[in-house]
């Protein structure tokens, strides 16, 4: 199979062409393995630089074999191919942190559910009274498990709702509601929101995706004379 896709100038055995996986000892052919080691990161996502042209260029490449493997494939063989190397930009999406719900939107999220180095917090947008706009700068705030759990199922039961036509019933039916006025008061991070991915896999917000980077804000929040923070309500 190698050999009809053009991976191989001949025919190869099992044993030669068996991932083991990406280490700092190989040669990867997308530079990303030696790429990593020089900038002392794990994986990609970590990077301050990510997404990079090394992740485009990577992705694109990886779209182009995959359009070769599906004219001289079998479908078998294309399933096993496709789990095994075109999953590279789901695999990357994994690794981010995410806005999981969403409380409040105005031309972006305002307050809802995150994760911050896979942790929960909620954030809350600040608004800038010196620009009279809404910043990419946010307060986050450290969630417990029991918390975000809830925060989660209110969501997926809004989601529902919406989905089904059944807004009305919503409060009906809501989860048990927080105190998100107390909960926020602990802010203890201003951190500044880079959105990556922004994916919607169809029209439900449940299945809506937004992937994002957190950097450190604290020394250009001390820039804004006034503002104030979006709630949930």
Not at 171 to 196: F, G, P, T, V
Not at 201 to 216: A, G, Q, R, V
């Amino acid at each position: 199979m190698w050999y009809r896709i053009g991976w191989r100038n001949e025919i190869v055995s099992n044993e030669e062409i068996r991932c083991t996986g990406c280490s700092s000892h190989k040669n990867c052919t997308y530079q990303l393995v030696e790429c990593v080691k020089s900038h002392e990161v794990e994986k990609c996502s970590q990077c301050a630089d990510f997404p990079c042209s090394k992740i485009t260029d990577m992705l694109k490449r990886s779209n182009e074999y995959k359009k070769k493997c599906h004219e001289v494939c079998t479908e078998k063989e294309y399933g096993m191919l496709e789990k095994a190397f075109f999953n590279k930009e789901e695999n990357l999406v994994i690794e981010m942190d995410k806005i999981l719900t969403i409380f409040n939107y105005w031309d972006g999220v305002l307050c809802g559910l995150t994760t911050l180095n896979g942790k929960y917090h909620y954030c809350n947008r600040i608004f800038s009274y010196d620009i009279d706009e809404w910043t990419d700068l946010y307060f986050l705030t450290p969630v417990s498990e029991k918390d975000a759990k809830i925060m989660l199922d209110d969501w997926n039961n809004w989601c529902d709702c919406v989905d089904n036509g059944r807004i009305k019933d919503y409060r009906k039916n809501r989860h048990e509601k927080l105190d998100m006025e107390k909960i926020s008061q602990n802010r203890s991070l201003c951190m500044k929101a880079e959105y990556k991915v922004y994916r919607r896999k169809n029209c439900s917000d449940k299945n809506m995706l937004i992937c994002l980077k957190w950097i450190d804000a604290t020394e250009e929040l001390k820039n804004i004379t006034s503002y104030t923070v979006a709630s949930d309500t």
